[in-house]
């Protein structure tokens, strides 16, 4: 079994639609969870971090973590064709010189 | 402000031979240093982390190396390519240090593809 889970889609959504993205994972050590976006053939780049249980939100796009589930989720509101994209889920230890496991990363396509 | 770079961008190997991919950070010191691969349909696979000068800690069992000569100076090698180490290659650095988190910055990547 994978440590973290997430399916890899392609899922396909109209312009202005909610994504909704999840991860589960099975290491409740896990203390910071995080969302990266990747475009295609560049790196990841930072999107949310949220440490421990809880949401957060930045502007159009929502994190929430729920540890007693071992589930994380991303929420993007009002979906623009500049969101399609691939969505990775990631997480950390404390004390673990910033090391992270990915999940497997969710292709979104908005369509206009 | 910080700036992370790889090279090649792109390269193409017969199997069989060597390899060696560079990585470079500027704007920041003892930093730590990650190599990351992704294989098509798939997560980051975290190859190789380093958080100094000649420290190098490997995550899986491969046919790769790894080394740090310099402080922002990070380089993945291989002697002898295989086939299944067709992927794209990221390097990633973070702010130093053991404790809480520091968020990764990774580069623009290097697509393999072993022949």
């Known amino acids: 079994q994978k440590e973290v889970e997430q399916d890899p889609g392609p899922l396909s959504v109209p312009e202005g639609a909610i994504v909704s993205l999840n991860c589960t994972y099975s290491n409740s050590a896990f203390q910071y969870f995080m969302w990266y976006r990747q475009y295609s053939r560049k790196g990841p780049e930072l999107l949310m971090y949220t440490y421990s249980s809880g949401n957060k939100e930045d502007g159009r796009f929502t994190a929430q973590v729920d540890k007693s589930s071992k589930y994380i989720s991303l929420f993007i509101r009002d979906s623009q064709p500049s969101d399609s994209a691939t969505y990775l889920c990631?997480?950390?230890?404390?004390?673990?010189?910033?090391?992270?496991?990915f999940g497997a990363g969710t292709q979104v396509v908005v369509t206009p | 402000s910080q700036t992370i770079h790889q090279w090649p961008a792109t390269l193409v190997q017969p199997v069989g031979s060597p390899l060696s991919l560079e990585c470079t950070v500027e704007?920041?010191?003892?930093?730590?240093l990650y190599w990351y691969r992704q294989a098509a349909g798939r997560g980051l696979q975290l190859l190789f982390y380093?958080?100094?000068?000649?420290?190098i800690s490997s995550e899986v069992p491969q046919n790769l190396s790894a080394s740090r000569p310099q402080d922002r100076q990070f380089i993945l090698s291989s002697k002898k390519l295989l086939l299944s180490d067709s992927g794209f290659y990221l390097c990633?650095?973070?702010?130093?240090?053991?404790?809480?988190?520091?968020?990764?910055?990774f580069g623009p990547g290097t697509r393999l593809t072993v022949l």
């Open positions: 380093s958080v100094g000068i000649g420290q």
């Open positions: 990631a997480m950390s230890l404390t004390d673990s010189w910033g090391k992270l496991q």
């Open positions: 704007g920041t010191s003892n930093p730590n």
């Open positions: 990633a650095w973070s702010v130093g240090g053991r404790s809480s988190y520091n968020e990764q910055f």
